[in-house]
């Protein structure tokens, strides 16, 4: 049951945030004094605004640090990147049914997702398979992790796969060391934290033991839950309840040049009686499912950096993912009774063994940091219905460089070559084989002036070879999708703008891709499409902050056969984000976050299109330092403010109604 949580419960909140900020206002006092006098207060980089611009590369990409997951507390890794421009959500709010989309490709209502967006937790690949009404892509929960990175379209992912044209989305567990300090020593932390719409409740404990400098072993364990949500109208969101416990393991040891890494993260869920489609798009058509889902990842890394030798920093990863969801058809809850695509089980495993070295090279008036790797991959799909099992092997190198020349240029070439054997059993029990292989690869040049503008643009080819999805089409596992992008934009980065030590960060990237050979999507032989993402940060000495995205996209697609052209269904709404902030120093942040989004494009089946809607979101942290309280943390949240009723762009069902959120955490 969703709380009364009108008018009254906005002002409950307020009076709550207002009574926080009071127990410490001597210490905000402080630092408002500390800021009439001079004294610095940790606003002049452009990291103290909520996010930092990424306006030293030509790449397209944001990162998301520790501070901003905790401060916003999503739900879900979808949730968390939504928040980036060009990506897009189908549902989000839970990790079952949802799916991330970047710049019109990845997941959509039919499919977890088309191959296009790749998943990376510490190095391995996840969520890349396409199950066919189930959304399992971002299945773990945001506790476990202190950065997410996402690049945006293909210059920057050649380092991570074939076939990316939407993006890459990189997740970084945390690590002992981030409570220890690394030092020798024993820390703990512990949150909690609620949700009003559904009672939302989640934990999440982290035991961190560093017994010496040289070896740092810590344990996470995070429990996640929330019963159906409400939307703006007090309408049950149906099937978004879920429980969802998740733990990490990870170790590392250090030995002067030498370390050694290894973690583990496993998130799992149960669903009983339960639609199997979880997008909901079909109306109860396949029936419920009995569904168990499990989410494993595993790596160990090596790392040697010299100490005397630059060209040689060397890595090698193996890590493994594992995907399996186990389920049983409810007899009589489908008009068509317990078909084979409900009652089948699914398990995707990726094993994978990068080694790559790192050097930096002078060679007169240029300079080099060349990454060379090579890998080896191996896809292993227990046949089911709707998805034929078999194995893929793949060897893949690479090379990316990074030259610096001139007092300002950047020349940044990559290359990827990878090839690719498929071996299944067709419906008629034979056996299949497939080879194909590709090289692909592109390159960017930057041009930085003296006065903190940068010109910059870029042209990428990818290519996605046939994937385990398509093996009963001799056609398709023959041809390769084509993708082509290139981009160009500016950046501005200067500190002293309005007074001597504010600073402005400015990124502006116009992208066009075109994507041939379609094999991904149902009666489509080609898409074209173009946006613009716009990036900006401001922050003051004095706390004051703004940062804004946007992302404006046009979208096309040929029809097969007729060649008829019409609006790609799957390119997310242009969206604005603004976020207004206040920080006191390290004891509170406060702000407010306004996002808009135009209309959708019109729905592939109905033709309909989603109305645009502009809601607000609130935030506040508490950071006591010192006393009783010190190294506790207080967040609270208003998400949906103004408790608007709306669906997103991609989304299969509305988002939550107004949710006051609030966690507490506290380091030992």
């Known amino acids: ?285 396949f029936g419920n499912v009995d569904r168990d889902t499990t989410s494993e990842t595993a790596t160990l890394a090596y790392n040697y950096t010299s100490a005397t030798n630059a060209l040689l920093n060397l890595d090698v990863i193996y890590s493994y993912a594992n995907q399996e969801i186990v389920q049983d058809c409810v007899e009589g809850s489908g008009p068509f009774g317990c078909f084979a695509t409900v009652d089948a089980d699914h398990q995707y495993e990726t094993s994978k063994l990068t080694a790559k070295n790192t050097a930096y090279i002078e060679t007169g008036a240029f300079t080099h940091d060349l990454r060379t790797g090579i890998e080896f991959i191996l896809k292993e799909r227990l046949d089911a219905s709707s998805a034929p099992g078999g194995e893929d092997n793949r060897i893949a190198l690479f090379v990316v460089d990074e030259i610096a020349f001139g007092g300002g240029w950047t020349f940044s070439p990559a290359l990827r070559y990878e090839s690719s054997e498929i071996e299944g059993v067709l419906d008629d029990g034979s056996n299949a084989s497939y080879d194909n292989d590709a090289l692909m690869g592109g390159a960017s040049l930057r041009y930085a002036f003296d006065n903190g503008f940068a010109l910059f643009g870029s042209y990428a080819h990818t290519e996605s070879l046939p994937i385990l999805d398509d093996l009963q089409n001799e056609v398709y596992m023959t041809q390769p999708e084509v993708g082509k992008t290139y981009e160009f934009g500016g950046s501005y980065d200067r500190i002293g703008i309005f007074t001597k030590d504010d600073s402005l960060a400015l990124k502006a990237n116009y992208y066009h891709t075109d994507l041939e050979d379609n094999t991904s999507y149902s009666g489509v032989e080609s898409v074209e499409l173009q946006g613009l993402e716009l990036e900006g940060s401001y922050a003051r000495r004095d706390g004051y902050y703004a940062d804004v995205n946007a992302n404006i996209i046009d979208a096309d697609y040929v029809a097969l056969g007729s060649g008829a052209v019409g609006d790609w269904y799957n390119a997310p709404a242009d969206t604005l984000r603004l976020t207004l902030g206040k920080r006191f120093a390290r004891s509170a942040d406060l702000s407010t976050e306004i996002v808009a989004a135009d209309e959708s494009k019109p729905a592939q089946y109905t033709g309909e299109k989603s109305p645009g809607y502009v809601i607000l979101n609130l935030r506040a942290t508490i950071t006591p330092q010192d006393g009783l309280l010190e190294g506790t943390a207080f967040r609270f949240g208003i998400e949906n403010a103004f408790d608007m009723n709306y669906m997103p762009a991609l989304a299969t069902r509305p988002t939550p109604g107004r949710n006051l959120k609030f966690t507490v955490s506290k380091a030992f």
Not at 88 to 108: D, K, M, W
Not at 223 to 240: K, L, P
């Open 1 to 285: 049951m969703k709380f009364a949580f009108c008018r009254k419960s906005a002002w409950l909140g307020a009076t709550a945030l207002a009574a926080a900020l009071a127990v410490h206002s001597p210490a905000l006092a402080q630092e408002e004094a500390a800021a009439e006098s001079g004294e610095f207060l940790g606003t002049l980089t452009l990291g103290e605004s909520k996010r930092e611009v990424q306006t030293d590369t030509a790449t397209p990409n944001t990162i998301i640090d520790q501070e901003e997951i905790e401060d916003r507390q999503a739900g879900t890794i979808a949730e968390l990147i939504d928040s980036v421009p060009g990506v897009s959500l189908v549902n989000g709010s839970t990790p079952i049914g949802s799916g991330i989309n970047i710049r019109g490709f990845g997941a959509n209502g039919t499919y977890g997702t088309d191959q296009k967006v790749a998943v990376t937790i510490d190095g391995a690949s996840v969520g890349s398979e396409e199950l066919y009404r189930i959304g399992t892509q971002l299945f773990t929960d945001p506790y476990l992790y202190k950065s997410a990175e996402v690049i945006r379209g293909t210059v920057g992912s050649f380092e991570y796969g074939s076939g990316i044209i939407g993006g890459v989305v990189r997740l970084e567990t945390i690590d002992a060391s981030d409570l220890t300090g690394g030092e020798a020593g024993i820390a703990f932390r512990q949150t909690l934290g609620g949700a009003t719409n559904s009672n939302g409740f989640n934990s999440s404990s982290t035991l961190a033991v560093q017994p010496t400098e040289n070896l740092d072993l810590l344990a996470n364990y995070s429990w996640r839950e929330q019963g159906n949500q409400e939307d703006g109208h007090g309408r049950t969101i149906e099937n978004s309840e879920f429980e969802l416990p998740s733990y990490l393991l990870k170790a590392r040891y250090t030995q002067g040049e030498h370390s050694v890494t290894a973690s583990y993260t496993n998130t799992e869920t149960s669903e009983r009686d339960k639609p199997y489609d979880s997008f909901g798009t079909t109306g109860g058509s």
